[in-house]
């Protein structure tokens, strides 16, 4: 591994558990490089759950098929996030979700028993991987509270507002099923905020 690739892998890190040079090099050979291309899957319902990722370029989607042909977003995957099937994480089993890139994807990705491994080998490593699980369900909390605003305009704009300049690159429809707002109601709620913003801008 080279430098420019440790140095990558330690700024995804939490800052408040920074990493002395000895456990720089301790931890980051530990992770190997994965490129999905667009519609590639990282894991499939019913695959062994084997490794933790952190998305360093592109976004995914973690969804499951509850029903046939029903579509069941969990979350979308990006911008220097640690996952994996949590399910399947924790339970040391087979994938609850699918997780598929929507764009080319770079990853960065660690075997379980190795982070298992960090967690034993001191009490700072030990900090750092909890660290990271607080970061991962704090975000996934933020996630929740979004979807729980009960003004869908409003939730429509703090999805924007999280996913930024990914928004293009996620399918409509998926956003639709995400936020649980019909097709329809969503473009006419997206229409009337940009009326607004147009009358703003020109008034």
């Not at 997780?99 to 990853?107: F, M």
Request: hydrophobic share 40%; glycine share 2%; net charge negative.
């Amino acid at each position: 591994m080279v430098a420019e690739d440790s140095i990558s892998i330690a700024r995804f890190l939490p800052p408040r558990t920074s990493l002395d040079l000895f456990e720089t090099e301790m931890i980051t050979p530990l992770f190997k490089p994965v490129e999905l291309k667009k519609g590639e899957f990282f894991i499939h319902i019913g695959d062994k759950v084997t490794d933790v990722a952190i998305v360093d370029k592109g976004i995914l989607c973690r969804y499951s098929d509850h029903e046939k042909d029903h579509k069941v977003i969990d979350q979308f995957l990006c911008d220097n996030q640690f996952f994996s099937d949590r399910e399947g994480y924790f339970s040391n089993d087979t994938s609850f979700t699918h997780i598929q890139a929507l764009t080319p994807c770079h990853l960065w990705t660690i075997p379980i028993d190795q982070v298992e491994m960090l967690a034993k080998t001191s009490h700072h490593m030990a900090l750092i991987m909890n660290s990271i699980f607080k970061q991962t369900w704090n975000h996934e909390m933020i996630l929740k509270n979004m979807l729980l605003i009960k003004d869908p305009l409003k939730r429509i704009l703090r999805f924007y507002e999280l996913y930024g300049h990914w928004v293009s690159d996620i399918p409509v429809g998926d956003i639709q099923i995400y936020l649980n707002i019909s097709h329809a109601y969503y473009y006419e709620l997206l229409h009337k905020f940009l009326k607004n913003v147009c009358f703003r801008t020109f008034f």
